[in-house]
């Protein structure tokens, strides 16, 4: 397979060009390192300014979207100890967290002293979801160029069940973290607003209701959400203007006590469920759903690219998939 020649997205991603170099068309746009330095420094400065501004206005100053996965929780413990911000640590427990990681999840909150919440959905509900989600494309195929269908479904829930939290509890913040090749540093800071919200939140309720029927109302805004403006808080991901090095990461993170899980895939450090997203997705749509966040690693110089070459050509276990799929079968 053809792969762009400085990042590693290849032929088959949508809307892919290579000039006479073999460096796609992706690679041309970025304006360079020099230019993202500059970026990440002011997107700092932004980040410091609102969390001045919101600090202690709230139950707490955010809610993390905590994954027990190594960047949510280096992003918490680093925003905890250099930034002194009061969490509302909030996990989505979507039947496939593997079980190192809900021992890691104990102990960094434990040892950070995090309050923490684990929100757990009727696994009925998200076994059909999941199952759904992985034999029929009822998202916009724009919308899966960055992700598996079923991680969209799981990450819709998480997006807007953290979001119900911090507007019922007048939150300003909610941290996620995702790396600087899923969420570049434009993308890192940006203020909630109904409209916008309302728009997004269609996108996975309209389909989602169509397998389920209401029961994915509890998970998702209602009007007294909608009629409470003032209260939706920004989204932010600091990963994108913090210093971002796996290595050290993982470093910094052991000595929290969380140690990496042996039966994820390469591209999770959390959950038994993506392993069948990305069979799926690859099987259905000839790409990597993991290709895009890696590609913006390595072009801003965050991973090398031989690394990420490796991580896209490892395979799936087929026994995490079967395990997966069986217990999906068996919930619905």
Known sequence: MKRCTRCVLPETYPGIRFDEDGVCNFCGRFKGVER????????????????????????????????????????????????????LALTLDNGFISPKSLDNIRNVVEGLGVDHIIYKPRMDTLGRLFLHSAKEDIY??????????????????VKFVALRYAIESSIPLIIYG?????????????????????????????PMKKIVGDEVDNYFLTEKHFNMPERFPYNISPLAFLEYDEDKILEYIKLLGWEK????????????????GIDIHQ??????????????LVRAGYMERDEAIARLDEKTDPDIIAMVKKKLDSAI
């Open 178 to 206: 995702w790396s600087p090749g899923q969420a570049p540093v434009e993308a890192s800071i940006f203020r909630n607003n109904p409209e916008m919200i309302k728009t997004m939140q269609a996108q996975f309720t309209v």
């Open 140 to 157: 916009s195929r724009k919308g899966l160029e960055r992700a598996s269908s079923i991680c969209t479904t799981c990450m819709g829930l």
């Open 261 to 276: 899980p042996d039966d994820t895939d390469p591209n999770s450090t959390n959950c038994l469920l993506n392993a069948m």
């Open 36 to 87: 993202l330095q500059q970026s990440i420094k002011k997107y700092r400065v932004r980040f410091e300014k609102i969390l001045a501004e919101n600090k202690r206005v709230g139950e707490y100053d955010a809610v993390m979207a905590y994954s027990g996965g190594k960047d949510s929780t280096f992003t918490m413990a680093v925003l905890k100890k250099e930034y002194d911000i009061s969490f």
């Open 283 to 296: 099987k259905r749509f000839g790409f990597h759903p993991y290709a895009f966040e890696l590609a913006g």
